[in-house]
């Protein structure tokens, strides 16, 4: 059986949807410690998630899905072309590249690190940086109803899972309606519902 290491409330969350979204059987491990000897031993950088598929070992959650997706998954969830699954890769790269860094800044300088080490400059900074990728997205999804057209896949599952971060820095999206709309769409799947309601 698969099993999935990580908690929903760490990048783990969506690892455990893209399974949810499969409908295959996997357990969740609960990770407490991660740098303790035995965890290191399945994951050496220490952290979560981490994917152990009958010996076959996984880390780093983009990665995670998609072979998640690719294995397990049924079309439309991963296409059946190759140019899809080269739109699949592109998307969820641009997501972990142009759209997460920033979002990881906000969060920082406004919710994790210690008040005195928090910087409000880097958070706007990183505010800034973001207009211009969420323009791309929005732009794009005024003529698809997803990324890849008009059935949901895994492309859109990594994207919204790192857009998921906009709602607990309370990021302004109001420039972006198209973006927004898709966001909530996805944000609302009953799969992932089921991974969010995990430890």
């Not at 990665?63 to 439309?76: R, T």
């Not at 641009?94 to 005195?116: D, K, Q």
């Not at 309370?170 to 927004?180: G, N, Y």
Request: hydrophobic fraction near 40%; glycine fraction near 6%.
């Amino acid at each position: 059986m698969i099993k999935l290491y990580g908690s929903s409330m760490s990048r783990a969350g969506r690892s455990l949807w893209a399974l949810e979204e499969t409908g295959v059987k996997f357990e969740q491990v609960l990770v407490g410690e991660t740098r303790k000897p035995e965890y290191l031993k399945v994951n050496p950088n220490g952290h979560v998630p981490t994917l152990d598929d009958n010996g076959t070992i996984l880390w780093e959650s983009m990665a995670i899905n998609l072979y998640v997706a690719e294995k397990c998954g049924k079309a439309p969830l991963w296409p059946s072309t190759v140019e899809g699954h080269g739109a699949c890769y592109q998307w969820s790269l641009w997501g972990m590249t142009e759209v997460e860094t920033r979002l990881i800044e906000i969060f920082e300088h406004r919710i994790m690190l210690p008040a005195a080490q928090r910087d409000e400059k880097v958070a706007l900074a990183a505010v800034e940086k973001l207009k211009a990728p969420l323009k791309v997205l929005d732009d794009h999804l005024r003529k698809s109803e997803y990324l890849l057209g008009k059935e949901f896949t895994i492309a859109d599952l990594n994207v919204a899972s790192v857009m998921s971060i906009a709602r607990y820095i309370q990021l302004d999206l109001s420039s972006v309606p198209t973006a927004e709309k898709w966001l909530q769409k996805c944000l609302g799947r009953p799969a992932n519902q089921r991974a969010g309601a995990m430890k």
